[in-house]
């Protein structure tokens, strides 16, 4: 079956089992945020953040920004800020992350896109990224060597954005998918 008929399908029986009366409707007016890896295999349950009850109900309001390597988006910033009031924000990082990377082992995902790319449009992306390519690569991807600096240099580069507040919070922790743990690399209390 296609993917999008079995999302269908999915959605129909979503629709049987759930209240509607149960699902979260008003906004969040809750002030922190979490900034995490869209990676499937961290579990936001660790940090205390549930999932949805089979009901369709929800217990946590904090809202989740995912992007590769927990990296900070200007535009989802912005808007938690500044609509919504978000002053304190947590980015998780993780061991194994897609974001680990360097020269050598970012080749497969120049070779895949290659591949993948009409030759023309390959060489347009090229030139976007200009020479040094690998190099360059890397940076645009903010590619880190090793995960706890990764963190800490997304949580200092984040603090020289126009648009971010002296008195915001952030701190960064690293999981651990293979035990679930996780360590605080960056205490934002202690800044
Ligand atoms: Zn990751």
Request: net charge negative.
């Amino acid at each position: 079956m296609p993917w999008l008929d079995q999302i269908l399908l999915e959605n129909a029986k979503f629709k049987e089992r759930i209240n509607p009366e149960n699902l979260p409707i008003k906004p969040s007016t809750e002030t922190r945020a979490i900034v995490t890896c869209m990676d499937h295999r961290i579990n936001l349950e660790a940090l205390g953040i549930p999932g949805f009850g089979p009901d369709g109900s929800r217990d946590s309001s904090i809202r989740v920004i995912r992007t590769a390597g927990s990296m900070a988006e200007s535009r989802s910033l912005v808007l938690v800020m500044y609509l919504s009031g978000v002053r304190e924000i947590v980015f998780i990082g993780h061991n194994d992350c897609g974001c680990h990377q360097n020269e050598t082992s970012i080749e497969p995902l120049i070779e895949n896109m290659k591949n993948a790319l009409p030759p023309h449009q390959f060489e347009v992306f090229k030139a976007s990224i200009g020479e040094p390519f690998k190099e360059n690569l890397l940076t645009w991807l903010k590619a880190f060597e090793d995960p706890r600096a990764g963190l800490r240099q997304e949580i200092e580069s984040l603090r020289t954005l126009p648009f971010i507040p002296p008195d915001l919070i952030t701190h960064g922790l690293l999981y651990d998918v293979e035990t679930g743990n996780l360590e605080v690399v960056v205490n934002g209390y202690e800044r």
